[in-house]
Nanobody, 119 residues
């Protein structure tokens, strides 16, 4: 079965950095766009960043642009989210999503990893 597993969350002070990892298995990784979402209780799930299957196109929410970097290592079937200069409002559960290209449909989600930014 397909597995999508996030890791790397934790507690960090404002201005600090974290690197989230999203390890996948059971899928042809290069057939999937990878996306990071986040959700805070009382707020709708927000698309944070996305990267195309070949890693040639990246997009970011305005709130994280310039601070977060999405990447992927196709040899390791893993996507990453490097988060720098973290702010209190970045606190959320972060979810990894693998979304298949049109010719390889699929939509898989990880269980989420908690990121807490606090003084």
């Amino acid at each position: 079965q397909v597995q999508v597993v996030e890791s790397g969350g934790g507690l960090v002070q404002p201005g600090g950095s974290l690197r989230l990892s999203c390890a996948t298995s059971g899928l042809i990784f290069m057939n999937y766009h990878m996306r990071w979402f986040r959700q805070t209780p009382g707020k709708e799930r927000e698309l944070v960043a996305s990267i195309s299957n070949f890693g040639t196109s990246m997009n970011y929410a305005n709130s994280v642009k310039g601070r977060f970097t999405i990447s992927r290592d196709n040899d390791k079937n893993t996507a990453y989210l490097q988060m720098n200069n973290l702010k209190l409002e970045d606190t959320a559960v972060y979810y990894c999503n693998a979304y298949g290209v049109a010719m390889a449909p699929g939509d898989y989600w990880g269980q989420g990893t908690q990121v807490t930014v606090s003084s």
